[in-house]
Nanobody, 127 residues
Framework: QVQLVESGGGLVQAGGSLRLSCAAS????????MGWFRQAPGKEREFVAV????????EYADSVKGRFTISRDNTKNTVYLQMNSLKPEDTAVYYC????????????????????WGQGTQVTVSS
């Protein structure tokens, strides 16, 4: 059974930083792209960032480009999201997810492209 467990969320002031982690098990982690999504209260879940299985292709949502960095350590089966210069509008539950297909050379951005999801971690940015 595939399990994804996020950690690292919390309360931070605007301009601050947080680092989210997502530990994966039950699948050959190094063969799958990993994505981060977020969902704010009353809003739909949205794409944040994705990294391909090898780390060779990375994409970001325009709203986080230049502030967030996605990375992965395939030896630790973990994907990270470094979030800097946080804004109140970044407040949301953040989810990591595993690509539905293995060895994809591009990073998928649609929710339907992912078949396993973590439970989410709350990020709250105060103004």
């Amino acid at each position: 059974q595939v399990q994804l467990v996020e950690s690292g969320g919390g309360l931070v002031q605007a301009g601050g930083s947080l680092r989210l982690s997502c530990a994966a098990s039950g699948r050959t982690f190094s063969q799958y792209a990993m994505g981060w999504f977020r969902q704010a209260p009353g809003k739909e879940r949205e794409f944040v960032a994705v990294i391909t299985y090898s780390g060779g292709n990375i994409e970001y949502a325009d709203s986080v480009k230049g502030r967030f960095t996605i990375s992965r350590d395939n030896t630790k089966n973990t994907v990270y999201l470094q979030m800097n210069s946080l804004k109140p509008e970044d407040t949301a539950v953040y989810y990591c997810a595993s690509d539905r297909y293995y060895l994809r050379i591009y990073g998928p951005k649609r929710i339907d492209d992912y078949d396993y999801w973590g439970q989410g971690t709350q990020v709250t940015v105060s103004s």
